[in-house]
Structures are given as C-alpha cells and as structure tokens.
C-alpha cells in the first residue's frame, strides 16, 4: 500500500530549470584593470562590519557588497586572497570606471 505521504507528482515531467551560473558559482568573476586582473565576488552580507578601501566608511553587517583580490600576487595566490577587501558595490563599480 503506498504512503499517503509520498508525491505522486513525477519529477522528470517538470519544467526544465537552467542553471544560475552566477548562484553555482557564488557570483564570482574575473575583471580586468590597468592595476591588474582582479576576483571579484558579490556577497550578500555577513555578520561583520568592514572599511571599504573606496570611500574609507563602514561596510555594515549584512549588507550586500563586493569582495575583490588580485590575481596576481608577487607572493602567490594565497597571499592575493588574504589580501582581499570588501567593497561597497558601487565604490567598486566607480573604482572600474575610474580606470
């Protein structure tokens, strides 16, 4: 006898749903600048405040904002990414267009 708990909906007769390859990748991209290659990610927040190195204000706790790090590093990779800052979404934006 079946469950009465179980779905009779057959999954494989939905709607093909594409992948968000800006979710499956945690929003994370490359960017060009005359100062070099960056890895720039976008971040819904988190529980702690930063300075953006843009405007030198607070980047409250859980707000939307922006991390970046070089690519390249003198002292390697993992250095560039202990070496990243947390950026208000538009003092990165002004920042590229600056440039």
């Known amino acids: 006898m ?21 979710r499956a990748t945690g929003g994370r991209r490359t960017e060009s600048a005359p100062d070099g290659d960056w890895t720039v990610q976008s971040v819904r927040g988190s529980d702690k405040s930063y300075v953006c190195p843009g405007c030198r204000q ?26 990243r800052r947390h950026w208000h979404s538009a003092c990165w934006a002004a920042r590229s267009r600056r440039r």
């Open 58 to 83: 607070d980047v409250r706790p859980h707000t939307a904002h922006v991390v970046a790090w070089a690519n390249d590093s003198m002292f390697g990779a993992a250095s560039a990414l202990e070496d």
């Open 2 to 22: 079946p469950s009465s708990r179980r779905s009779r909906r057959r999954p494989w007769g939905d709607e093909h749903v594409p992948l968000d390859l800006d």
